[in-house]
């Protein structure tokens, strides 16, 4: 069966610092893999996803961008973070299409 | 109209009873329905997932689903203090644009009393 393994496990940045999150999964290959958020009082929102190496489909526009560098590795960028990127982000993991996604652990970070 | 809705809660049941947790989509062509578990302050972990119209039933949970009337529904027998969490409901398209995407509703909060 498949981990996921996400870090850090908890962050606190300042408004305009910069971002970097990184989510990686063992026991699988060729997964897809979705970044998630889910805000204070709000529901999961997705944010990208990739079916492969390089390939991503972004479903929010933001300052917030992802990467797949490697198979089973999936990283969630931001340049210059605002107040509203503060959130719960998870990493999450299935096969196929409609197959079950299966989420990491996930990172808190906090925006100051 | 919001496309996946669920009653914020919290539903509170004593132990041992019935938890009654619901949901209802609005794109009717879709074809996969999950429920999820979260504990506060830890990640979604899967429940259940049901495909076809009808009772899916493992262990304590129950699903239920209904695509005429797009509901879907999950059922806790004796419920235990260990089940208070926020239950999300998730829908698939399952083919077509968006069929990568699982649409999640705010979820429902479980308070089970002993």
């Known amino acids: 069966s498949q981990t996921i393994h996400q870090w850090p496990a908890t962050l606190v940045q300042p408004v305009g610092s910069p971002l970097s999150l990184e989510c990686t999964v063992e026991g699988t290959s060729n997964p897809n893999l979705y970044w998630y958020r889910q805000a204070a009082g709000r529901g999961l929102q997705l944010l990208f996803y990739s079916v492969g190496i390089g390939q991503i489909s972004s479903e929010v526009p933001q300052n917030l961008s992802a990467s797949r560098p490697q198979d089973r590795q999936f990283i969630l960028s931001s340049k210059k973070l605002l107040l509203s990127d503060s959130g719960f982000y998870l990493c999450?993991?299935?096969?196929?299409?409609?197959?079950?996604?299966?989420f990491g652990p996930g990172t808190r970070l906090t925006v100051l | 109209q919001k496309e996946v809705e669920q009653n914020s809660g919290p539903l509170s049941v004593p132990e041992g009873a019935i938890a009654s947790l619901n949901c209802t989509y609005s794109d009717r062509g879709s074809q996969s329905f999950f429920w999820y578990r979260q504990y506060s302050g830890k990640s979604p972990e899967l429940i259940m997932f049901i495909y076809s119209n009808g009772d899916k039933e493992d262990g304590r949970f129950t699903a239920q689903l209904n695509k005429a009337s797009q509901y879907v529904s999950l059922l806790i027998r004796d419920s235990q203090p260990s089940d208070s969490a926020t239950y999300l409901c998730a829908v698939n398209k399952g083919s077509g644009a968006g069929s990568y995407q699982l649409t999640f509703g705010k979820g429902t909060k479980l308070s089970v009393i002993p």
């Open positions: 999450a993991s299935n096969k196929g299409v409609a197959d079950t996604q299966y």
